[in-house]
């Protein structure tokens, strides 16, 4: 393993661990019990080192677990798809929202197998849905440990995995079912694999680091590729061995990834179109298009056919109807409080770690290691900062990783170089860089623990000083100036990352921290951040779109029972839901679970089938237990109970009745599936029992399938009015 070799001047670094000698030989350690190396760990560890990793491990997890179930079946949109997997292994495979396969979700299914399995053997509930986010979470802080505990002290690792379990943001999505959970870890191995080639030059773990981005790509797309240009630039220019070599190294890399990314998009595409599921979110049933276009492209110039109003880019001047666009926009109002707390604390330490580096030899795996993970962070906060098309706030949990590596790296070598003043006095800058921030990102809240930013920017900035001069202090001072700087820096971030914990969160949009925390200005704030209209446990408050405490009417009853306000809860023994009656509100607050209308304007009195956010496309419907009855009555000689337009209203009867559901149009209701042609067959044919009326189908643009099916059902088909809900009786022609 390849050893770095840094100049006189620069500092003393620990090596990277020693091969163990070969079995047999007299000057061989003796090998360790496989129970005592866990718990040991490293022989040159500390003996407290392993001990606190793995304590520091269980608590995070005792942390994300705790609550889990009050958000309830989070985004109904993939845990309906879940339920699909676990019924029908096809349904599973190709990511499908119902178990007879009408359409898929609009990304590729990886994410969806785990809990698809976990559902299969636990039945389905909100902790066998989000149980493996949570385990994706542990999984993600381990990898950063390991990778930089391999070059850097134990004291580094445990720091990385505390700056990442505390960024709200990632307290959120590891507690949460969408796949942005399983994409954080995927690209924590990338890394981590380009780190391990990097020691000494083996092709294997370049292979790895392949396999690991394809499968990331079969988790959201061309998200996973974010990072590629800088690890590939880096590999190229600074791994060992010779440049054919490494070029050919990186060759096979790319050849895993589209082995073990393009399996299963071969598979889709040669499949007869006819006998699968359409695809979700594409205009022509291709995943190529939708990759490339709705989940590609048009995610960075905005122009997302089918997307919430049709596409279209920007609206100019910095901002986009997602939101302000620019340098800054991890840092504003929208977004600085999900991540941004230990970004400044990043930047200042990848730039800190790469001058000490600097001057070290090419192979140093020392300077590579904050190049890979400030290189991933820097390219992926530009491509977040500038994208003009869909884009939540929620999407920044991918860099968490990086900047907590950063953070612990970063920290650990200037501390350890504190004797020199140059050091000392960056690492003293930096604490009271965060603390400032801190107190910018805690005022932003005023109301959320008042007295924390004062004490956090007091103590903060004077840690800071006495860090900076910790060369001339003695130990006890020393050690004290930096325990008061790692509490100020974490502080803030932790205050949010418990508020996170205690509040459930749901739809389709959702964010961190205590109410008004992040705040959507404008019409960037794009449609519905309302959280409410998902399923939620009985009398569980919720979020809307600006940050705001949800206000239940009442309480939800047992399973099967109707609530005044409730929403749909998760009985204690996993069965279907209970039931809960939604009344939306005006002024934007929720008593149920309504969502919001772009720019924050509250969604008033819903109709038809009592959609959530935007007539249901965000946040889906609340089912009655009298709507409920209806749907499943002969449920089984149909092949889909009921139909409706947009994903998250059929998500939630499906959810509800454990009956498959057709999602018409897709998440958006924009999607030209099934044409008009088709569900009149469908109907015809004795298919589909019930079409759920409401909703706001084909707002997206697209071939607006959706009003037309509604506008022949309406004129067609006896209507059926059960609460607030409207049905179709499909079985029912108008005389």
Known sequence: MTLPHLPADAPALPPPPAAPAAAGQGHGRPKQPPLTRVWRGRSDDPRWARPAFLGLLLVVALAYLWNLSASGYANSFYS???????????????????????????????????????????????????????????????????????????????????????????????????????LALLMTVTVYCVLRGMENGRTKWLVWAGVAVGLAFLTKTLQAFLILPPLAVLYAVFAPGRPLKRIGQLLLSGLAMVVAGGWWVAVVELWPASSRPYIGGSQN???????????????????????????????????????????????????????SWLLPAALLLLVAGVVVTWKARRTDTARAAFLAWGGSLVMTMVVFSFMAGIFH?????????????????????????????????????????????????????????????????????????GIAVAGRLNRQLALGAAGVGLVAALAGPTAYTISTLGTGHSGSIVTAGPAGASMMGGRGGGPGGGEGGGMQPPGQGR?????????????????????????????????MPGQGQNQGTGNGKQQGGTGMMPGGAGVGERGGAGGGGMGGLLNGAQVSAKAKALVEKNADDYTWAAAAIGSQNAASYQLSTGKPVMAIGGFNGSDPSPTLAQFKSYAEDGKIHYFI???????????????????????????????????????????
Request: no cysteine; proline share 4%.
């Open 543 to 575: 979020q809307n779109g600006q940050g705001q405490q949800g206000q239940q009417a009442g309480q939800g009853q047992q399973p099967g029972q109707a609530g005044q306000g409730g929403g749909m809860g998760r009985p204690p023994t996993g069965g």
């Open 285 to 339: 049933n291709s995943f190529l298009e939708l990759t490339f276009g709705y989940n590609g492209l048009g995610r960075i110039n905005g122009d997302e056919t089918g997307s919430v109003g049709g596409g279209g880019g920007g609206m100019g001047g910095g901002g986009s109807q997602w939101g302000e666009t620019g340098i800054d926009r991890m840092f504003n109002s929208e977004i600085g409080s999900q991540i």
């Open 693 to 735: 009326g409401g909703g706001m189908g084909g707002m997206g643009g697209g071939s607006g399938s959706a009003s037309k099916i509604q506008s022949w059902v309406e004129k067609n088909y006896t209507k059926v009015t059960v609460g607030s809900a409207t049905f179709y009786d499909l079985t029912q022609p108008k005389s």
């Open 80 to 182: 309906a798809a879940v339920q699909a997997g676990s019924q029908s292994w096809k349904a599973m495979f190709f990511g499908s929202l119902d178990s007879a396969n009408a359409i898929t979700v609009d990304k590729p299914p990886a994410s969806l197998w785990p809990m698809a399995l976990s559902v299969r053997i636990f039945g389905l509930s909100s902790w066998a849905i989000l149980v493996p986010q949570v385990l994706m979470g542990v999984a993600t802080a381990g990898v950063l440990y390991a990778a930089v505990r391999r070059r850097f002290s134990a004291a580094a690792g445990l720091l990385t995995v505390a700056a990442f379990a505390l960024t709200p943001v990632a307290a959120l999505m590891f507690r949460f079912n969408n796949p942005d959970a399983l």
């Open 393 to 465: 706030q929620y999407y920044t949990v991918a860099l968490a990783p990086y900047a907590a590596a950063l953070v612990g790296m970063g920290a650990s070598v200037l501390w350890e170089e504190r004797a020199r003043f140059t050091a000392s006095a960056a690492l003293g800058v930096t604490v009271a860089v965060t603390a400032v921030w801190s107190y910018v990102l805690l005022n932003r809240t005023p109301d959320y623990v008042p007295w924390l930013r004062w004490v956090i920017l007091v103590g903060g900035v004077a840690a800071g000083l």
